[in-house]
């Protein structure tokens, strides 16, 4: 998929407006470095508007270089002829977790090509929680920032802070997006992995093939995978089986995050028993991640189900404990240090060329083929 970037829609959001008119008032008053605009009160009594909207247009002149903003004190025209500050070259990016490779090559990705442009990265790590996650986009909103790189803190709902960062006029491109939100967006084409790894084992012969993966949420990536799915057996005129599809599982863990208690590991590894005992004639079946793979293929074995003999599993985002089980799960790659990279470059634009142009982008999965998938046994 080729990169769309929507023009900028007709007429101008009232801070863009403010923005111009502070402009002008600096060139026609032949203001120079150090001399003050005023604070965020005064300007908006000044200009007529809410105290928001003139602190979304002083945010955009400070990205610009045009201004500073000095906490207690008020807003003052830049030196034009010194370098940004150190704060106008620090690129936020903020995820849910860093103790895993997942998230961290995304992170290492996005910094190889922000480095060679000369700005430095603050990674803040939610630790899954979305109201951190609020947090850290409110400070960034306060503080400004030149541009963001959010990956979503998985929840129900869509954190309302990432529609404030939008509206402050702050860069920001995201490497996993809420559905049917307006935002720039680098990701993986979780769509052609799941249509990809089900035509696979249908390939391979299967015809009744099942699916695991936690409640997909609002985020798209689950809902992707899970419609990729769906019409690949759709179009090989297979049936999609109710007694086949786990799609609730309670597993708390994430690519991000391995740990769970000793009680919530059985709690999974019965349901997944409780699931293959339902569905005997099922012959293979797709993990929505690694995580889940491993459990399904543990409780095969429970259960007396040899994998890559009469039940195959494909599993998802090739994280390293898939080519380490026996047998090793197929899966499906991930490429976060390419989503990291595409990410930084389409940041970079959006800083150039205005917050409000669009760029949304998806990468190609590939099958990782090992011993779990095979021909189903006649």
Same mark, same amino acid.
């Given at each position: 998929m080729q990169r769309r970037i929507q023009p900028a829609k007709a007429g101008k959001a009232l801070h863009e407006e403010i923005a111009e008119q502070i402009r002008a008032q600096i060139s026609s008053s032949n203001l120079t470095a150090g001399d003050k605009l005023g604070t965020e009160l005064e300007l908006a009594a000044r200009y007529? #508007? @809410?105290? @928001? *909207? =003139? +602190?979304?247009?002083? =945010?955009q002149l400070e990205n610009e270089g045009l201004i500073e +903003?000095? &906490?207690? +004190? !008020?807003? /003052? #025209?830049a030196e034009k002829t010194a370098s940004r500050s150190k704060g106008d070259y620090n690129i936020h990016v903020i995820v849910p977790y860093l103790t895993t490779s997942f998230t961290g090559r995304i992170v290492m990705g996005a910094q190889e090509v922000l480095f060679q442009h000369g700005y430095t990265v603050s990674v803040s790590s939610t630790n899954g929680s979305t109201e951190a996650e609020a947090e850290y986009i409110k400070k960034l909103i306060d503080q400004g920032s030149p541009g963001v790189i959010i990956h979503a803190t998985e929840s129900r709902y869509y954190n309302p802070m990432v529609f404030q960062l939008l509206q402050a006029g702050i860069p920001l491109v995201m490497t996993r997006h809420? +559905? &049917?939100? %307006? #935002? @720039?967006y680098i990701e993986a084409d979780n769509y052609q992995g !799941?249509?990809?790894? *089900?035509e696979h084992l249908i390939k391979l012969g299967h015809k009744h093939i099942g699916l695991v993966t936690k409640p997909p949420g609002f985020l798209a990536s689950l809902q992707d995978? =899970?419609? !990729? /799915?769906? %019409?690949?057996m759709g179009d090989y005129d297979l049936v999609i089986k109710r007694e086949m599809m786990l799609t609730d599982l309670k597993d708390f863990r994430y690519v991000y995050r391995e740990d769970r208690s000793k009680e919530h590991e059985?709690? #999974?590894l019965n349901d997944l028993k409780e699931f293959l005992l339902r569905s005997p004639h099922m012959t293979a079946v797709i993990c929505l991640n690694d995580f889940i793979a491993a459990d399904v293929a543990r409780a095969a074995r429970l259960v007396g189900r040899r994998v890559g003999d009469d039940l195959s599993i494909m599993g998802f985002d090739n994280i390293g404990i898939s080519a380490n089980l026996d047998p090793p799960i197929s899966t499906v790659n991930c490429p976060t240090y390419e989503i990291g990279k595409e990410a930084a470059k389409s940041l970079l634009y959006l800083m150039e060329n205005g917050a409000q142009h669009r760029i949304h982008k998806t990468l190609p999965m590939e099958l990782v083929l090992r011993e779990s998938c095979a021909p189903p046994r006649n």
């Open positions: 007529k #508007v @809410s105290r @928001s *909207t =003139i +602190r979304q247009a002083l =945010i +903003r000095l &906490h207690g +004190r !008020g807003t /003052f #025209v809420y +559905r &049917h939100m %307006d #935002v @720039s !799941g249509y990809a790894a *089900t995978r =899970i419609q !990729g /799915f769906r %019409d690949a059985q709690q #999974v």
